[in-house]
């Protein structure tokens, strides 16, 4: 038998300001010591572009949760917490689904959202989230742009990677950002 490879490689940051939610995700994929992909999406829009969400953990997990988690959207008529709560309830009872390791990070343009699979449904204080190896470089970063400029969510999202690709070796300078309302999309990775 080989030795388990520990995957890493994702930072995904929420910001949320006056209305507009930015979620950015970095592109790098890496296994070991090894870089295995530069421009991987982590992020994605859901219920019509009305909820944005990213994701931190195994691919296929993640997906699997994506799915699930626009299911409760749709079944809730959008409201976002609602829907997280039941993935979330969902998540930590099923036998299948709690097994899955992944991370997500949602939003709309009044709330911003982490869950996990062991129930966890948290909301920031400050509009500010953030999951993955880099999580907390892209949160600080971002947490003294919201405080000390007035930058627009985007703006704060996008410098705040940056700071996080220039720190954290699991993250690259390969951004997604995907903003609701869509003010602007900005696709820089593809969807490989």
Not at 11 to 32: E, M
Not at 96 to 109: I, M, N, S, T
Not at 173 to 182: C, E, G, N, S, Y
């Given at each position: ?52 969400a990213g994701f931190a953990g ?79 470089y892209a949160a600080a970063a ?42 602007r999309q900005e696709y820089e990775?593809?969807?490989?």
């Amino acid at each position: 038998m080989g030795v388990a490879t520990t995957w890493h490689g994702t930072t995904i940051l929420g910001v949320l300001r006056d209305g507009v939610v930015a979620v950015a995700g970095d592109g790098q994929v890496t296994a070991g010591d090894v870089v295995l992909k530069h421009r991987a999406r982590k992020i994605r829009p859901l219920f019509d572009g009305h909820v944005v969400a990213g994701f931190a953990g195994a691919v296929a997990d993640a997906l699997t949760l994506f799915d699930k988690f626009e299911q409760h959207l749709k079944a809730w008529d959008g409201d976002l917490r609602r829907a997280a709560v039941e993935l979330a309830r969902e998540w930590r009872t099923d036998r299948y689904l709690r097994r899955l390791e992944a991370q997500l990070l949602v939003g709309d343009p009044g709330q911003l959202l982490l869950l996990s699979g062991e129930g966890d449904v948290i909301e920031p204080d400050d509009g500010v989230a953030a999951i993955g190896t880099g999580g907390p470089y892209a949160a600080a970063a971002a947490r003294a742009l919201l405080r000390h400029t007035g930058l627009t969510a985007p703006q704060i999202a996008r410098a705040a990677m940056q700071v996080a690709a220039d720190l954290c070796i699991y993250t690259n300078d390969q951004v997604t950002l995907i903003t609701v309302p869509p003010e602007r999309q900005e696709y820089e990775a593809d969807d490989r």
